[in-house]
T-cell receptor
Framework: KAGVTQTPRYLIKTRGQQVTLSCSPI?????VSWYQQTPGQGLQFLFE???????NKGNFPGRFSGRQFSNSRSEMNVSTLELGDSALYLC????????????FGQGTRLTVV | AQTVTQSQPEMSVQEAETVTLSCTYD???????LFWYKQPPSRQMILVIR??????QNATENRFSVNFQKAAKSFSLKISDSQLGDAAMYFC????????????????FGKGTKLSVKP
């Protein structure tokens, strides 16, 4: 069974540009969450999607957005990139229901120059 | 708001020895989950062990066990017979017990403890 797949693995962008990251969950998983990991702030929750609807959102500016498709694949978009957006972006998927664990992908390393 | 604190930025253990990583959390809720995740240099977060707050019995997974003290809001991880492959960042995480509209709720992570294993 394939794990959570995130693409691309590495990305270098220039300030002011926008970027789109992709996450394919484990087959059968319908919940997808995104996290930002930086040395200073640690792991912070961005948003969660289930059935193509955002169910939960962290404290990030509107430049950060996401969506989920009917096959549960999810994308996150960051517009008008800032140097501080440089981070590892992790995606996690899980089954619905109580007492389920989140399975993480290997992340996308975004560098903004 | 819930918070998770890991007071040990770095820890070191000799191979085959035992090490305990500390974690405290703050919440006003009575039902929740607690997790320990491992993040090796490959960056992928791997679940090590999970504890449901309503269970008094401490969770155990092979060489990994926890000491869950609900009243003290403490959740430490003990690694027995440490192996070189245990070297990684370890994150303690909290998640509310919720499931409405399919939402799993988000994980709240501590800052992590970097564990080194000496041969």
């Amino acid at each position: 069974k394939a794990g959570v797949t995130q693409t691309p693995r590495y990305l270098i962008k220039t300030r002011g540009q926008q970027v789109t990251l992709s996450c394919s969950p484990i087959s059968g998983h319908r919940s997808v969450s995104w996290y930002q990991q930086t040395p200073g702030q640690g792991l912070q929750f961005l948003f969660e999607y289930f059935s193509e609807t955002q169910r939960n959102k962290g404290n990030f500016p509107g430049r950060f957005s996401g969506r989920q498709f009917s096959n549960s694949r999810s994308e996150m978009n960051v517009s008008t990139l800032e140097l501080g957006d440089s981070a590892l972006y992790l995606c996690a998927s899980s089954y619905t229901g109580l007492n389920t664990e989140a399975f993480f992908g290997q992340g996308t390393r975004l560098t903004v120059v | 708001a819930q918070t998770v604190t890991q007071s040990q930025p770095e820890m070191s253990v000799q191979e085959a020895e035992t090490v305990t990583l500390s974690c405290t959390y703050d919440t006003s809720e009575s039902d929740y989950y607690l997790f320990w995740y491992k993040q090796p240099p490959s960056r992928q977060m791997i679940l090590v062990i999970r504890q449901e707050a309503y269970k008094q019995q401490n969770a155990t997974e092979n060489r990994f066990s926890v000491n869950f003290q609900k009243a003290a809001k403490s959740f430490s991880l003990k690694i027995s017979d440490s192996q070189l492959g245990d070297a990684a960042m370890y994150f303690c995480a909290y998640r509310r017990l919720m499931n409405y509209g399919g939402s799993q709720g988000n994980l709240i992570f501590g800052k992590g403890t970097k564990l080194s294993v000496k041969p």
